[in-house]
């Protein structure tokens, strides 16, 4: 299995997964364009696509979704409530996503089966999904927009060889900020997105033996830095004494990620 984020921030999100000859796209928050873009400099060709996968309605992971999908004529997975959302209703092929219970999807020739589990985090767009796909033994996680650290959240997600975790702010960036009052509240708050001290608490329970990458994902431009970021990451896998053994990358808002092998 192959993990490539192909952007990730505020601006666009959307990751695509190979397995076998099953591909799925996770999230399309681009511009169809910039969708285009990007699945061209990752060399591949949007036909190929099997299944997208949309954590929530918010555009900088909706956008180009159901567009995108028509236009593969492969299927579009998210929640019953979702199917409503203007830029997920473009997709002709919807599929109602059952958060928390087994799900499976396999490619166009009924091969290389991918086990998805999806788990509801606190966001303030009601539900929002962090995916791990898992094919043949390997396992990626997704999981970024989430308001505060949950346990049970990552005891569903545990063992990722590959793990994309949202490193959203510094608390102190974000505080002494041009943000208006009201959006830094939003961000802080229960329901806004994990600041760097809270991946670094995700990121400690959702740690296992398989973790080999692990990429720092959905930073903020005003409120954070690859620095800080970075520093919170490192700090975190020394103390849990994985560090020699974990890559970390950044994910990237203008340009795709290298492609990873899972
Ligand atoms: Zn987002
Ligand atoms: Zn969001």
Redesign the pocket.
């Known amino acids: 299995m192959k993990l490539q984020v192909l952007a990730s921030g505020s601006g666009g999100n959307s990751t695509l997964v190979r397995a076998g000859e099953t591909n799925v796209l996770v999230d399309a928050g681009l511009t169809v364009a910039g969708m285009e873009e990007r699945l061209d400099a990752a060399r591949f060709a949007p036909p190929g696509l099997d299944h997208v996968f949309v954590t929530?309605g918010?555009l900088?992971?909706a956008r180009a979704a159901g567009a995108i999908a028509r236009k593969a004529r492969c299927t579009l997975h998210c929640t019953e409530g979702l199917m409503r959302n203007a830029a997920i209703r473009r997709s002709k092929n919807l599929a109602a996503l059952p958060v928390g219970a087994p799900y499976r999807v396999v490619g166009r020739r009924g091969a290389d089966t991918v086990e998805v589990t999806s788990v509801a985090l606190p966001?303030?767009?009601v539900p929002?999904l962090a995916f791990k796909l898992e094919h043949l033994g390997r396992r990626v996680v997704i999981l970024t927009?989430m308001g505060h650290p949950r346990v049970e959240v990552a005891r569903a997600l545990a063992d990722a060889h590959v793990l994309v975790l949202e490193f959203n702010h510094d608390v102190g960036m974000l505080e002494a900020g041009p943000y208006p009052a009201t959006l830094k509240r939003r961000i802080l708050g229960n329901a806004g997105h994990l600041s760097n001290a809270q991946a670094a608490t995700m990121l400690t329970a959702l740690a296992s033996e398989h973790l080999h990458t692990l990429v720092l994902a959905h930073l903020s431009e005003t409120n954070n830095t690859r620095e800080l970021a970075l520093e919170a990451a490192h700090t975190t896998l020394e103390r849990l004494g994985i560090a020699q053994r974990v890559r970390v990358l950044v994910a990237e808002q203008d340009r795709i990620g290298e492609s990873l092998e899972v």
Request: hydrophobic share 10%; net charge negative; charged share 35%.
């Open positions: 929530h918010h900088d992971h966001h303030d767009a929002t927009d």
